[in-house]
Structure formats: structure tokens, C-alpha cells
């Protein structure tokens, strides 16, 4: 009777599967489609949920959708619904596969490990195709920030340079160039990730940045290193490096991003068994209507109001509806624990800049909740860069071993002598990304990255901005390594099981 239940509800997933797929599968520029105003998109984990407050969307006119630049590519093509507004390494895989590497995302200029090397070539794109990784190219040394003179207080050498392009002549830092590897980021919730930090900046001391068209204070958690403070500047600077555009987008085009994006909603809706996430308004942070009626800027990292919500009513199985089976029942007790334990499990932070640099001391005894401090979206309230320490040696994610290549470029930064130094490494530190320095040129700020929502994680792996966490059980591994935290078997599944809802 049971078996008999199970198959059926396996049909049933699979048909709902088969469905959604269908209509949201890959999105491919210039689309015929119309991207509807709520829908759901299936991943390994359940499904995510969209809702679009602008109503339906005809793509083939929508700047967003369009292919813009030279390329063939759209922001679309790198923001996929499927992969939660960003891109995961299967879909990647998959659409390589299907088009023998012809799709625009393959595209050379930041699509493979070298703009030189040809796009038919699978190995040059091992950096897209096992992390997920985009070429990101900033001036070096940096002049200046949003107007502001820059003296950059460090000095950059190239210790290795697996792709070629840092040392390139044309292309590296003989060029005045630099070029890191980094995941894209989510684009749906904006209004939470753009929402102004308070006036004060609390990680540097100093107000906080204005944006200098409107004069509004600015929030600054977007992008890894918070190089752009609004979206229209975010928008343009997609448009000339990722679409490779030469003429300039709109006024009108940047509108319509901006309002799309902003109009947005997304989070998990269901479970992999194909039942809601959300029923009878319980659990209140979970599912895309939450995201969409949630309050922007509010701090959760307490017990009265805690990050997303609570879980009380996944607590006791014996309260939940009957038409679950016992393996869901344990899981949302399982994910209930999670959350209880994200938002309360106390570990000992250390040595981390931004969070430990900032008045709370070093070491500090606190939780995940710290630095993810954001309600319904676990970024930080303040501006969020933070140095967890996944680009700089020895907490890096990469190898120990010296004599084991990393994937990824690994610089070396020297301090200046007039300069203060990085507060835990000192004058010379290694690193795989210098992440917020490449703007300000601060020592202090070598490897801090700005956190990525947590919404959608469940279709986007691989994480960290590095892609070198493949599963959010690696995500949770590396924090069990680098706080020493000793977190049980358990414990771990159930911050996975937590994270995977969101
Ligand atoms: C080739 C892939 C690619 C394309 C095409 C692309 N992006 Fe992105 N996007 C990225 C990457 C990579 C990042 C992260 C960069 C970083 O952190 O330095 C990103 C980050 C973002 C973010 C920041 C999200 C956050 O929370 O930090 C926004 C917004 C965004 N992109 C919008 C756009 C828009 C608008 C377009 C089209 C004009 C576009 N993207 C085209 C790869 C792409
Ligand atoms: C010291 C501050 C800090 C603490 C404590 C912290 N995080 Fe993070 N977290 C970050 C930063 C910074 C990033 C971005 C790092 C990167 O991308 O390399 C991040 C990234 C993540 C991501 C990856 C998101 C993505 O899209 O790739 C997840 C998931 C995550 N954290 C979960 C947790 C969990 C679970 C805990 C508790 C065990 C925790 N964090 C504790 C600062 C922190």
C-alpha cells in the first residue's frame, strides 16, 4: 500500500518535473517565450519559486533578455531561473554538451580560461566547466574608487598563472590589468541586496558612500567586491564585459533591468518529495511570497526576530499534516534544527577581517547569524565584505601542498612599508583573489568578498566566489575546518537539509 503510494507520488513528481522543465529550461537570448509572472523552476533539491510583480514578461523585447552586445549573449544568459538567477556547473556542463560549446556563454573573452585560446576547445573552459568560473578583469594598480584617488598600499606579483592570462603581455599586469575567477552572483531579491547600509559604515569607520546621482546612501553588497554601488553602473559594465558591447545601452534598457530585476522574487517552494515548502503560512520565511511581502534591512541575527523566521511548527513531527510521509516529516525536523542551529550554534570566529577587525574581538564566540546577519537573505547589514579567509592562504580553499598547482592564479601582495598590514597575515600574504582590495587598494581589505544571498542555493553549486565548494555539505565542511567548530555528523546534515530550503 505504501510502495504503492510512493510510486504513485514518483509519477506524479515526474510529470511536474517533466513540465516545468519544459517550459523553463535553458533560456536562450532573443527568446519567443514569455517569462510568466509566478512559476517554478525544478532543481536537485525541489523546486524554486519566481514571482515576477511586474507581471508577465514578452523576452524577445525585454533588455534583459536581449542579446545586447557583440556576443550573442543576454544577462539572461548567465542569470538562468532554473540555476536561481545564476548558473550552476551542471547546467553549464549540459549546455555544452547540447551545443558542442557554441553557446554564447562559452564566449572567449571571459568564458575560458584565456580570451586567446578557441571556443571549440573544452579543455580551455575547465575553469567554467568544473567551478563555474567567470574572467574577471579589473585595472591594477587601481587609480580610483568612484572618484576617490586610490594609492594602492600593496604590491601584486604573479606567483602562478595556470590560465596565461595574468602574465600575458597584452592582458595582465604589464598591461595594467588583473584578472580573478568568480562565480556569477544571484539576480532576483534585489531590493534586499540593495538596500542602504545605515550612515555609518561600521567596516571602515567612515560614512557611508553616496550614490552620486541621487546623493541616497548606497547599500554595498553587490558583487564580490562591492565595485558597483548601484545597478545602473552594475548594468553598463555587464554590457561593455560580459556582452562585449561597443555602443551603449539605453537609458530606457537600463530602466528595464533595473525594474525587472527589482520586481524579482525567488526562493525554494518546494521539497524534492514535490510538497510546498509553505502551507497554512508555516514556516513564514520560506518560499518566494515571503521574499516578495518581506521587510528590507531588518537584523535577525537575534531570537526575536530571527533570520528566516522561525521553524516551531517543523519542530514536532506529530504536528505536521498527514499527507506527509515520515521521510519528509524528519526531514523538516531535520531542517528545523538547521535553522536553530545557523541562527544559534555558538563557535569560536577568528581571524577574520571585517568581523573580527570591527570592536566584537578576536577570537569571538558567536554564530553563522554574525556575519550572515540579514533577515530572508543572510547577507550582512553592513557593507559585506568579510574575510572568511577562502581566497587567502593558509585558510584557503585551494591546495596545501606547494608543490600542487592550484586551478586558480595565486598572487603575492607585499605591503608597503608605510602602509599598516593585513591584521592577521601580515605584510605578505597569497591569495587567489584580493576580492574588496582590487578597489580600494588596503591592505586590510586583501580577501574580503562580499557574501551572496542565500536564496536559491539549492540550484546554483557550485559556492564559495571560487566555485570550490561543489555541495553545500563541502560549503559546511569548510567552516567546520576553519573555526575548528567539531560539528557533528548530524549537525551537519541538518545545516545542509536547512540551507537547501531557502
Ligand atoms: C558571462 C556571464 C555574465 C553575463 C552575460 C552577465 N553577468 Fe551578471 N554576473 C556575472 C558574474 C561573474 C558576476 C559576479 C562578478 C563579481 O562578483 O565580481 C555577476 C554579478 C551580477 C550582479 C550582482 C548580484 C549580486 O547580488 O551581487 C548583477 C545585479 C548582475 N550580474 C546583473 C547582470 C546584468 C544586468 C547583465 C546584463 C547586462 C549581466 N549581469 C550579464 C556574470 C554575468
Ligand atoms: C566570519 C563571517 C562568516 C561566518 C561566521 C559565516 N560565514 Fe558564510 N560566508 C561569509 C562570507 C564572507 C562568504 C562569501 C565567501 C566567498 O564567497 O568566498 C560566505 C559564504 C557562505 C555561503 C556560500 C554562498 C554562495 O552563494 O556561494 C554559505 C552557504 C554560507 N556562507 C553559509 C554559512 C554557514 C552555514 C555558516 C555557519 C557554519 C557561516 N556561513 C558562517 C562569512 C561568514
Same mark, same amino acid.
Given at each position: 500500500?505504501?510502495?504503492?503510494?510512493?510510486?504513485?507520488?514518483?509519477?506524479?513528481?515526474?510529470?511536474?518535473?517533466?513540465?516545468?522543465?519544459?517550459?523553463?529550461?535553458?533560456?536562450?537570448?532573443?527568446?519567443?517565450?514569455?517569462?510568466?509572472?509566478?512559476?517554478?523552476?525544478?532543481?536537485?533539491?525541489?523546486?524554486?519559486?519566481?514571482?515576477?510583480?511586474?507581471?508577465?514578461?514578452?523576452?524577445? =523585447?525585454? &533588455?534583459?533578455?536581449?542579446?545586447?552586445?557583440? =556576443?550573442?549573449?543576454?544577462?539572461?544568459?548567465?542569470?538562468?531561473?532554473?540555476?536561481?538567477?545564476?548558473?550552476?556547473?551542471?547546467? /553549464?556542463?549540459?549546455?555544452?554538451?547540447?551545443?558542442?560549446?557554441?553557446?554564447?556563454?562559452?564566449?572567449?573573452?571571459?568564458?575560458?580560461?584565456?580570451?586567446?585560446?578557441?571556443?571549440?576547445?573544452?579543455?580551455?573552459?575547465?575553469?567554467?566547466?568544473? %567551478?563555474?568560473?567567470?574572467?574577471?578583469?579589473?585595472?591594477?594598480?587601481?587609480?580610483?574608487?568612484? *572618484?576617490?584617488?586610490?594609492?594602492?598600499?600593496?604590491?601584486?606579483?604573479?606567483?602562478?598563472?595556470?590560465?596565461?592570462?595574468?602574465?600575458?603581455?597584452?592582458?595582465?599586469?604589464?598591461?595594467?590589468?588583473?584578472?580573478?575567477?568568480?562565480?556569477?552572483?544571484?539576480? &532576483? =531579491?534585489?531590493?534586499?541586496?540593495?538596500?542602504?547600509?545605515?550612515?555609518?559604515?561600521?567596516?571602515?569607520? !567612515?560614512? &557611508?558612500?553616496?550614490?552620486?546621482?541621487?546623493?541616497?546612501?548606497?547599500?554595498?553588497?553587490?558583487?564580490?567586491?562591492?565595485?558597483?554601488? !548601484?545597478?545602473?553602473?552594475?548594468?553598463?559594465?555587464?554590457?561593455? !564585459? +560580459?556582452?562585449?558591447?561597443?555602443?551603449?545601452?539605453?537609458?530606457?534598457?537600463?530602466?528595464?533591468?533595473?525594474?525587472?530585476?527589482?520586481?524579482?522574487?525567488?526562493?525554494?517552494?518546494?521539497?524534492?518529495?514535490?510538497?510546498?515548502?509553505?502551507?497554512?503560512?508555516?514556516?513564514?520565511?520560506?518560499?518566494?511570497?515571503?521574499?516578495?511581502? *518581506?521587510?528590507? +534591512?531588518?537584523?535577525?541575527?537575534?531570537?526575536?526576530?530571527?533570520?528566516?523566521?522561525?521553524?516551531?511548527?517543523?519542530?514536532?513531527?506529530?504536528?505536521?499534516?498527514?499527507?506527509?510521509?515520515?521521510?519528509?516529516?524528519?526531514? %523538516?525536523?531535520?531542517?528545523?534544527?538547521?535553522?536553530?542551529?545557523?541562527?544559534?550554534?555558538?563557535?569560536?570566529?577568528?581571524? &577574520?577581517? +571585517?568581523?573580527?577587525?570591527?570592536?566584537?574581538?578576536?577570537?569571538?564566540?558567536?554564530?553563522?547569524?554574525?556575519?550572515?546577519?540579514?533577515?530572508?537573505?543572510?547577507?550582512?547589514?553592513?557593507?559585506?565584505?568579510?574575510?572568511?579567509?577562502?581566497? =587567502?592562504?593558509?585558510?584557503?580553499?585551494?591546495?596545501?601542498?606547494?608543490?600542487?598547482?592550484?586551478?586558480?592564479?595565486?598572487?603575492?601582495?607585499?605591503?608597503?612599508?608605510?602602509?599598516?598590514? +593585513?591584521?592577521? /597575515?601580515?605584510?605578505?600574504?597569497?591569495?587567489?583573489?584580493?576580492?574588496?582590495?582590487?578597489?580600494?587598494?588596503?591592505?586590510?581589505?586583501?580577501?574580503?568578498?562580499?557574501?551572496?544571498?542565500?536564496?536559491?542555493?539549492?540550484?546554483?553549486?557550485?559556492?564559495?566566489?571560487?566555485?570550490?565548494?561543489?555541495?553545500?555539505?563541502?560549503?559546511?565542511?569548510?567552516?567546520?575546518?576553519?573555526?575548528?567548530?567539531?560539528?557533528?555528523?548530524?549537525?551537519? !546534515?541538518?545545516?545542509?537539509?536547512?540551507?537547501?530550503? /531557502?
Amino acid at each position: 500500500m505504501k510502495l504503492h503510494y510512493l510510486y504513485i507520488c514518483f509519477v506524479f513528481v515526474l510529470l511536474a518535473t517533466s513540465f516545468t522543465m519544459q517550459q523553463m529550461g535553458w533560456i536562450v537570448p532573443g527568446s519567443d517565450d514569455v517569462w510568466p509572472q509566478s512559476f517554478e523552476a525544478v532543481n536537485a533539491h525541489g523546486k524554486l519559486g519566481f514571482i515576477h510583480t511586474g507581471g508577465d514578461i514578452d523576452m524577445k =523585447n525585454h &533588455a534583459f533578455f536581449m542579446p545586447l552586445g557583440t =556576443n550573442g549573449r543576454a544577462c539572461v544568459s548567465c542569470h538562468q531561473p532554473g540555476d536561481g538567477m545564476g548558473l550552476s556547473v551542471e547546467s /553549464l556542463r549540459r549546455r555544452w554538451e547540447e551545443t558542442d560549446g557554441r553557446d554564447p556563454v562559452f564566449a572567449t573573452y571571459d568564458g575560458a580560461n584565456h580570451p586567446k585560446l578557441p571556443q571549440e576547445d573544452k579543455a580551455a573552459h575547465s575553469l567554467l566547466l568544473n %567551478r563555474g568560473l567567470f574572467r574577471i578583469e579589473l585595472p591594477w594598480p587601481v587609480k580610483s574608487d568612484h *572618484g576617490v584617488a586610490v594609492h594602492p598600499e600593496f604590491d601584486i606579483e604573479v606567483v602562478s598563472d595556470p590560465t596565461g592570462v595574468n602574465l600575458d603581455p597584452e592582458l595582465g599586469l604589464k598591461a595594467g590589468k588583473i584578472s580573478v575567477f568568480r562565480r556569477p552572483r544571484p539576480v &532576483a =531579491n534585489m531590493t534586499y541586496v540593495m538596500s542602504p547600509d545605515p550612515v555609518f559604515n561600521i567596516k571602515t569607520g !567612515t560614512l &557611508a558612500v553616496k550614490d552620486e546621482e541621487t546623493g541616497r546612501v548606497v547599500g554595498m553588497n553587490m558583487m564580490a567586491d562591492s565595485r558597483h554601488y !548601484t545597478q545602473k553602473q552594475q548594468a553598463i559594465d555587464a554590457y561593455f !564585459t +560580459h556582452l562585449q558591447g561597443v555602443n551603449q545601452l539605453t537609458e530606457k534598457q537600463i530602466q528595464e533591468i533595473k525594474s525587472f530585476e527589482n520586481q524579482l522574487f525567488m526562493a525554494q517552494s518546494h521539497d524534492m518529495w514535490g510538497s510546498a515548502l509553505v502551507e497554512n503560512g508555516e514556516p513564514a520565511g520560506l518560499g518566494p511570497l515571503a521574499m516578495k511581502d *518581506g521587510k528590507v +534591512h531588518i537584523l535577525g541575527n537575534n531570537n526575536r526576530d530571527p533570520i528566516f523566521h522561525w521553524f516551531e511548527s517543523w519542530k514536532d513531527e506529530t504536528k505536521m499534516t498527514s499527507t506527509l510521509t515520515a521521510e519528509q516529516k524528519a526531514f %523538516r525536523a531535520s531542517v528545523a534544527r538547521g535553522n536553530d542551529l545557523f541562527m544559534f550554534r555558538e563557535f569560536w570566529i577568528r581571524d &577574520a577581517t +571585517h568581523i573580527n577587525t570591527i570592536g566584537l574581538g578576536n577570537p569571538v564566540r558567536r554564530s553563522c547569524s554574525t556575519c550572515h546577519n540579514g533577515q530572508m537573505t543572510g547577507q550582512d547589514l553592513a557593507p559585506g565584505w568579510v574575510d572568511l579567509g577562502t581566497t =587567502n592562504y593558509p585558510t584557503w580553499t585551494e591546495n596545501h601542498v606547494a608543490t600542487q598547482k592550484s586551478e586558480l592564479p595565486v598572487f603575492k601582495c607585499t605591503c608597503k612599508k608605510e602602509a599598516p598590514p +593585513h591584521p592577521f /597575515l601580515g605584510r605578505v600574504i597569497y591569495t587567489t583573489d584580493p576580492g574588496r582590495a582590487l578597489i580600494t587598494g588596503k591592505c586590510i581589505d586583501i580577501g574580503s568578498i562580499v557574501m551572496q544571498q542565500f536564496r536559491g542555493l539549492a540550484a546554483r553549486a557550485p559556492y564559495f566566489v571560487n566555485g570550490s565548494a561543489k555541495t553545500l555539505g563541502e560549503v559546511v565542511d569548510y567552516y567546520d575546518r576553519r573555526f575548528d567548530i567539531k560539528l557533528s555528523e548530524q549537525e551537519k !546534515t541538518d545545516l545542509v537539509n536547512f540551507l537547501s530550503v /531557502l
